[in-house]
């Protein structure tokens, strides 16, 4: 079974510029989340979708990201404009619907460099 | 709101030594509780987990055990590796919701 996936795995932008992240969850997972770890701090959530509604988005910083899971299916997360404080490691996870331990499997996750 | 608290890194140990990372929660009701590991290049695996009071998670030599009267879940291994060298992160996770990381510890291990 294929794990979490994400796209690219490294990416490298100028301050102003739009970049959009992809995640592939496991397939038939309805739980969808994006996290990301910024400056070596901790593993932040952002946002929770479940199947292709946005459950919980209260981690997002500000309305530059904007975070879309069309048909339930893979998610993007569009950062526009970028700016410097955006540079961290953005994590995808997905999880089944009525996991009981509630295990969430990580993707290898994005690394965001804005210049 | 949930919390973690993991002991600050970075660490460095000798091959072969014992390895403990600190880590406590606050949390409301009862959450699972989690330690998941980056390998340097590499993202995010799940290293243990347990899922109520009392609970021991292990793998690959490291144990953890789910202390819900001192609110902690620390993470202890006999004989470390420099393989080991990685960072560790704890975390909790409520029924289906966001997790709550910690900051991570960075672990170098030397031969």
């Known amino acids: 079974e294929a794990g979490v996936t994400q796209f690219p795995s490294h990416s490298v932008i100028e301050k102003g510029q739009t970049v959009t992240l992809r995640c592939d969850p496991i397939?038939?997972?309805?739980?969808l989340y994006w996290y990301r770890r910024v400056m070596g701090k901790e593993i932040k959530f952002l946002l929770h979708f479940v199947k292709e509604s946005k459950q919980d988005e209260s981690g997002m910083p500000n309305n530059r990201f904007l975070a879309e899971r069309t048909g339930g299916t893979y998610s993007t997360l569009k950062v526009q404009p970028a700016e410097l404080e955006d540079s961290g490691v953005y994590f995808c996870?997905?999880?089944?619907?009525?996991?009981?331990?509630?295990?969430?499997?990580f993707g290898p996750g994005t690394r965001l460099t804005v210049l | 709101g949930n919390s973690v608290t993991q002991m600050e890194g970075p660490v460095t140990l000798s091959e072969e030594a014992f390895l403990t990372i600190n880590c406590t929660y606050t949390a409301t009701g009862y959450p699972s509780l989690f330690w998941y590991v980056q390998y340097p290049g590499e993202g995010l695996q799940l290293l243990l987990k347990?899922?109520?009071?009392?609970d021991k998670g292990s793998n690959k030599g490291f144990e953890a055990t789910y202390r819900k009267e001192t609110t902690s879940f620390h993470l202890e291994k006999g004989s470390v590796q420099v393989s080991d060298s990685a960072v560790y992160f704890c975390?909790?996770?409520?029924?289906?919701?966001?997790?709550?990381f910690g900051d991570g510890t960075t672990l170098t291990v030397k031969p």
């Open positions: 397939s038939g997972h309805d739980n």
């Open positions: 347990a899922t109520k009071a009392d």
């Open positions: 975390a909790l996770m409520p029924h289906a919701g966001k997790s709550t």
């Open positions: 996870a997905s999880s089944q619907f009525r996991d009981e331990n509630n295990e969430q499997f």
